[in-house]
Nanobody
Framework: QVQLQESGPGLVKPSQPFSLTCTVS????????????WNWIRQPPGKGLEWLGY???????DYSPSLKSRTSISRDTSKNQFTLHVSSATPEDTAVYYC????????????WGQGTQVTVSS
């Protein structure tokens, strides 16, 4: 059973960078399997889910075009973690942030973290 757990700062001041980490257990983010992608998704208050980007087992990354200039994803293979980095936070970054695994074989999200709230406020 794969489990994902997000961790992050909670409260961020505008214009400051922040990072969120997803710790994965029960599965490896480096397993050489093109069936999966490890994603970041967020949900602003009162809005729908917004996909931010992903990283694959080989380190390949892809990002939402609307946020590509401000986001990046890295990984720590020794800790089986992947991290979302957001530069220059704005109030519009206030959201619940989720990490999730996309399963290409089934074309579906098969595992999600519980989510972590990030609030951008001075």
């Amino acid at each position: 059973q794969v489990q994902l757990q997000e961790s992050g700062p909670g409260l961020v001041k505008p214009s400051q960078p922040f990072s969120l980490t997803c710790t994965v257990s029960g599965g490896s983010i480096t397993t050489k399997d093109d069936s999966y992608a490890w994603n970041w998704i967020r949900q602003p208050p009162g809005k729908g889910l917004e996909w931010l980007g992903y990283i694959r087992h080989d380190g390949y990354t892809d990002y939402s075009p609307s946020l590509k200039s401000r986001t990046s994803i890295s990984r720590d293979t020794s800790k089986n973690q992947f991290t979302l980095h957001v530069s220059s936070a704005t109030p519009e970054d206030t959201a619940v942030y989720y990490c999730a695994r996309w399963n290409y074989d089934y074309r579906s999200w098969d595992y999600w973290g519980q989510g972590t709230q990030v609030t951008v406020s001075s």
